[in-house]
């Protein structure tokens, strides 16, 4: 979340390379906690560069599957630690690859702007 500044009652919005240092860090610890998660990336104004005061931080998580349906997966990830409030959209791998597939509008921005933070390897 914002902070104030040292000496002032200003407060100050995280820039994007803060913002991108704390994503990678949240990226690694969730990665570490859950080895179903095989990429975790960001999109949107963060990831065009054209964030602002009060910008909200888009992530896009891919995991192996999940029971789950698709609006209540998120609700597993605890996104507090983050420095601005942050939206996650969780798809399962064959979830992602239809939706690539698909080559929609949401597709394509997705794999024009998404900034990967974290990538499990085989």
Avoid: C, H
């Avoid at 200003?10 to 240092?21: F, G, I, S, T, Y």
């Avoid at 990831?47 to 349906?69: F, K, Y």
């Avoid at 605890?78 to 791998?93: C, E, H, K, M, Q």
């Amino acid at each position: 979340m914002p902070v104030r500044s040292s000496n002032s009652s200003v407060l100050k919005w995280p820039d994007r390379a803060q913002v991108e240092q704390a994503a990678r860090a949240w990226a690694e610890e969730v990665a570490g906690a859950r080895s179903d998660v095989l990429r975790i990336g960001f999109f949107g104004s963060y990831a065009r560069g054209d964030w602002g005061v009060g910008s909200d931080l888009d992530l896009v998580a891919v995991v192996t599957d999940s029971e789950e349906p698709f609006t209540r997966r998120s609700a597993a990830f605890d996104l507090l630690s983050l420095p601005v409030p942050a939206d996650l959209l969780v798809y399962t791998l064959a979830e992602w690859e239809r939706l690539q597939a698909e080559g929609g509008r949401f597709a394509r921005m997705l794999g024009a702007e998404t900034v990967w933070v974290f990538r499990r390897t085989a």
